[in-house]
């Protein structure tokens, strides 16, 4: 005997089972197309950045061709347009921040994780977040009045004097250059390194940290040996996050980095960057060869970043692989 909605029955329950799963099947789909649009206005951005690039470089890339990417001389006033130098004082100064920020923000991680008490950890993390939301010009402004009087006159001369006999800690101690400008980077990439290691850590199951302890490991035994290996791949992930952001930073490097298109062995040297060239010198430029040099750099730089990028994805999925076992350690 059929039964009849009555008063107390909601409206979805009466519906008929089919017309209930088309409807849903509906929803799903809008959800679906929606989300699908999402992504490709991202990756339709990327390829509009790309292609204007592209297109926009073609005069520069018809006269120089690759020798644009070896040649050191930089001079507007003949045409002659070398994106070495950048690429070198591109990758240097990231090279010198990472190796700073790196072993801080992890280890700063790793305490405010798994060793701080809550309260301390709640406050100095405030304070991380904090300071990644500074922006860069501060962190310049920082360096050019604090840090570069004190790299002219007190850390240049001491490890000239301790490490002199290294090609890195030669010649005249100026303040500015590659060191002065990765120091400022370091600074301003920790936060990032620090902020996702941190969320990656506590995200591991406490189940493992309780198994380790139960086992007789200690509290440090338990964080360094099973809880940092669970977490290996987000703190890879976070240490590639802040290269990507080391790259592409343009102010504070471009009042610290000295501005000049060399390439020297010594970190003391001024030096340039990519994005550090474009702010100073596209607003400037005249000819459309100029432009058209400025224009190239920006899509090395593009470049680059989607290379380092990718080449950490693959190093993030080889170490993936090693730890399920998939490959062979």
């Known amino acids: 005997m059929a039964t009849t909605p009555n008063a107390t029955t909601p409206a979805h329950l009466s519906e008929n089972p089919r017309a ?109 977040d904090l300071l990644a939301a500074v922006p860069s010009v501060i962190y310049g402004l920082l360096g050019v009045f604090l840090l570069v009087p004190l790299m002219r006159t007190v850390f240049q001369p001491a490890l000239k004097k301790t490490l002199g006999f290294l090609p890195f800690f030669k010649g005249p101690s100026y303040g500015v ?9 370091s600074i301003m990439i920790v936060p990032f390194v620090l902020s996702v290691s941190r969320e990656v850590l506590l995200a591991v199951p406490q189940d493992q940290r309780q198994a380790a302890l139960a086992l007789g490991a200690t509290k440090w035994e338990s964080t360094w040996k099973v809880v940092v290996p669970a977490a290996r791949t987000g703190i890879f992930g976070s240490v590639f996050l802040a290269l990507a952001r080391a790259l592409g930073e343009t102010m504070a490097v471009t009042m610290v980095i000295g501005n000049d298109p060399k390439i020297a062995a010594s970190l003391f040297s001024p030096g340039y960057s990519i994005a550090a060239v474009l702010a100073n010198e596209f607003s400037e430029a005249t000819g459309n060869l100029y432009l058209s040099a400025l224009i190239e750099l920006g899509l090395v730089l593009f470049l680059l970043t989607f290379v380092l990028n990718g080449l950490a994805r693959l190093l993030i999925l080889l170490t993936t692989a090693r730890g399920s076992g998939v490959l062979p350690t």
Not at 177 to 185: K, N
């Open 20 to 128: 209930l799963s088309r409807r849903w099947m509906g929803a799903d789909e809008i959800a679906h197309l929606i989300t699908l649009i999402a992504a490709a206005i991202i990756l339709l951005i990327a390829v509009l950045l790309v292609y204007q690039l592209w297109v926009h470089s073609a005069e520069s890339r018809a006269k120089f061709g690759w020798s644009f990417f070896v040649t050191k001389t930089w001079d507007p006033v003949s045409g002659d347009f070398g994106a070495l130098p950048f690429i070198y004082g591109t990758l240097v100064t990231s090279a010198i921040g990472l190796l700073i920020a790196v072993p801080l923000g992890v280890g700063a991680a790793i305490f405010l994780a798994e060793l701080a008490p809550p309260k301390l950890s709640s406050y100095l993390t405030l304070v991380s």
């Open 177 to 185: 250059g590659f060191l002065t400008a990765g120091i400022v980077l």
